[in-house]
């Protein structure tokens, strides 16, 4: 039983119309971009099922922001439903000594209660890509989510080839059922909620569905032209494979930072990351299936939408009677598809775009993922299933944790999260201790980091209940993906496998069922920052922690004020 899909389409856009979108504002103000998000009830149909769910500006998905590096922007969001909080994130935007504008609820702001607005305002410095922005209470991201186009400045070119065209493609999953109906009958029953019944491409799942005339999104192209696709997998449970039928893409990005080409017939992309590709529409003039089918690593876990999603790639001038070329069949060795994509994934590392991978590191962390059984006497079976780091199902609490810190309010938190797990055991080993997975201990602590220290954090999944792959996202940073592997890390072997030149550089990173990752950061953004599992079902299960980093001692090391309409809790 399983969580909550969705889906937003953009139309491709010629580079100079774009311009023209982002300029929002007269050309005196160019360098502010305003928008205004309401929170709204809309009707939906798909998939011959209708149904009424949360939206922004009753579009599904939401509005795409525009703006360049270097930008200021200000999102006034305002709740127009009467039944749901609400908190919006900007994923991936650092928000450097900003975490007011970041939005998870309770972690750096209260929600935005029924009736009430809050100005989300930041400064879009040193980063240019394609980002997203979702819901971050509850599962409403399943809805409520949207594109980020953030432009290089004036006269300053992409460092690859410039396409004819650009058009966002935002990967989603949806329900017949409401989402956040779902996600509650899976808590009282104790059990993973009810997979998605459909994925979608620009919130439509196109013509291997039934009500699917109206439901699939087409993206027309003319022959002889190269198009930047602007990839986004906001699924709220499933990674998935993206593909077009008969064309091979070339990676330039991902999550906003640019990579050395890598030509690939088809991409993997976890919850939460971005991947931007560059394609040449020079095949015989047909139509042609872009297709979007799930990745499920681990069998037996949590239960996953097996359904492939697809759209059209059209060619100008080729009547719509004509049958799209298929999609390739599933993929065989998935797992291994999946590791050579990413393990071929290297950061640009340019003059203009260095690679500053930390190379000393001062804090070696190892957290331990864990699937657990706790005890739940309300629940049909009396247990219920929760995850754990380090043995902590986190606790989320009901005064945000940015507000707290910086507002002297004890009891709300600790900040003695543990460096390492409690035990030490065979992580990925059969014969993991069972007593481990059943319970973990319950609270609410952080990580407290010196300011500008150099972290090395280790991710580690366990086969306490069942291994699983895990997207992991950090807020407020970008890190550094150093070093992954199948079974236990070995501190004494692995770092001398890291790659410490060129590696990938990312906010959300999957680590492998049954495996690890080693990340490194400069912790160089005071304020409270979260860190979650960015399959929804795993983080309501307490599969998250948030690391406190310090004020530093310059001018411009510490959190700036607290906005004055901050939500109140």
């Avoid at 396409?163 to 059990?191: F, M, N, S, T, Y």
């Avoid at 929760?386 to 600790?414: C, D, E, W």
């Avoid at 086969?463 to 895990?470: T, Y």
């Amino acid at each position: 039983m399983m969580t909550s899909r969705s889906r937003h389409h953009c139309l491709p856009l010629l580079l100079s119309a774009l311009a023209l979108a982002v300029s929002v504002l007269p050309a005196a103000e160019a360098d502010v971009k305003r928008y205004q998000f309401d929170i709204v009830m809309s009707n939906v149909s798909r998939l011959c099922h209708a149904k009424s769910m949360v939206t922004v500006n009753g579009s599904y998905p939401g509005p795409t922001i525009y703006a360049r590096e270097g930008d200021r922007v200000v999102v006034t969001v305002t709740n127009r439903v009467a039944h749901h909080n609400v908190t919006i994130h900007w994923h991936g935007l650092k928000q450097r000594r900003n975490g007011w504008a970041d939005g998870p609820a309770y972690v750096t702001q209260c929600p935005i209660g029924p009736g009430g607005s809050y100005a989300y305002d930041f400064n879009v410095t040193g980063q240019r890509g394609t980002l997203w922005w979702h819901a971050h209470i509850a599962w409403l991201r399943a809805t409520v989510h949207g594109a980020i186009v953030v432009l290089p400045p004036p006269g300053v070119p992409y460092p690859f080839p410039k396409p004819d065209a650009e058009a966002e493609i935002i990967l989603g999953e949806w329900w017949h059922a409401d989402v956040e109906a779902v996600e509650k009958q899976g808590r009282v029953l104790g059990l993973a909620p009810n997979a998605s019944d459909a994925h979608t491409i620009n919130g439509k799942p196109g013509p291997l569905f039934p009500c699917s005339e109206k439901h699939t999104y087409a993206l027309q192209v003319q022959w002889g032209k190269t198009y930047l696709l602007r990839i986004i997998n906001a699924a709220v449970n499933d990674e998935l494979f993206f593909s077009i039928a008969g064309h091979t893409m070339t990676v330039v990005e991902v999550d906003a930072t640019y990579t050395k080409p890598l030509r690939a017939s088809t991409i993997h992309l976890s919850p939460g990351q971005t991947t931007n590709v560059l394609v040449r529409a020079d095949r015989r003039p047909g139509r042609y299936f872009m297709a979007v089918q799930p990745f499920n690593e681990a069998p037996g876990g949590v239960p996953a939408d097996n359904k492939t999603a697809t759209a059209i790639l059209q060619y100008a001038g080729v009547p719509a009677s004509v049958l799209p070329v298929p999609p390739p069949p599933a993929v065989a060795n998935a797992t291994g598809l999946a590791a050579a994509f990413h393990g071929a994934l290297r950061s640009l590392n340019s003059a203009r775009y260095p690679a500053a991978v930390p190379l000393a590191v001062d804090r070696h962390l190892l957290y331990a993922i864990g699937l657990n059984i706790d005890p739940c006497a309300s629940c049909p079976n009396g247990s219920r299933l929760a995850a754990s780091l380090n043995n902590i199902t986190f606790v989320m609490p009901r005064v945000a944790l940015l507000q707290a810190h910086y507002g002297g309010i004890k009891g709300v938190f600790s900040a003695d999260f543990p460096d390492r797990p409690p035990a030490r055991f065979d992580y990925t080993g059969a014969a993991a201790p069972l007593r481990l997975g059943l319970g973990a201990a319950a609270g609410t602590r952080l990580s407290r980091v010196a300011y500008n220290a150099s972290v090395e954090l280790v991710l580690q999944d366990t086969r306490l209940l069942a291994v699983e792959s895990h997207p992991f996202h950090l807020h407020g940073y970008n890190f550094f993906v150093v070093g992954s592997g199948v079974g236990n890390f070995d501190p004494a072997r692995d770092p001398a496998r890291y790659n410490l030149v060129d590696p990938p550089e990312r906010n959300t990173v999957g680590v492998p069922a049954g495996g690890w990752t080693a990340l490194r950061f400069r912790a160089d953004n005071p304020g409270v920052w979260f860190l979650h599992c960015h399959l929804e079902v795993h983080t309501s299960w307490g599969l998250k922690m948030a690391f406190l980093v310090e004020d530093g001692d310059g001018p411009d090391e510490s959190v700036l004020p607290p906005p004055k309409d901050l939500p109140e809790c």
